[in-house]
Nanobody, 129 residues
Framework: QVQLVESGGGLVQAGGSLRLSCAAS????????LAWFRRAPEKEREFVAA????????YYADSVKGRFTISGDKGENTVYLQMNSLKPEDTAVYYC??????????????????????WGQGTQVTVSS
């Protein structure tokens, strides 16, 4: 049974930092990508960042580029999201997701929630002003 378990959310002041973790288990993830999405109250689910575990290529939403860093530990099937310079608009539930991607997958596919087969339960991130 595939499981994605997130941790690391919490309350932080604007300008602060948090580090989210997601541990994946239950299958071989070597040809999978691990990603973070978020959903703020009354807003659509939004892509944040993704990393391909096969070649470690990373992908970011424009809104977090330069502030957030995604990294992965292929051996542990774990992905991290280091979030710096947090803003109140980063407040959301953050979800870890995973799906199969090949080297031929177009870049824009990494940004699409429907490409991800497995989802975690989410972790709340709240940034106060």
């Amino acid at each position: 049974q595939v499981q994605l378990v997130e941790s690391g959310g919490g309350l932080v002041q604007a300008g602060g930092s948090l580090r989210l973790s997601c541990a994946a288990s239950g299958r071989d993830f070597s040809n999978y990508a691990l990603a973070w999405f978020r959903r703020a109250p009354e807003k659509e689910r939004e892509f944040v960042a993704a990393i391909s575990l096969s070649d470690e290529k990373t992908y970011y939403a424009d809104s977090v580029k330069g502030r957030f860093t995604i990294s992965g530990d292929k051996g542990e099937n774990t992905v991290y999201l280091q979030m710096n310079s947090l803003k109140p608009e980063d407040t959301a539930v953050y979800y870890c997701a995973s799906g199969p991607f090949s080297h031929a997958t177009p870049t824009q596919e990494y940004y699409q929630y429907y490409r991800y087969s497995y989802w975690g339960q989410g972790t709340q991130v709240t940034v106060s002003s």
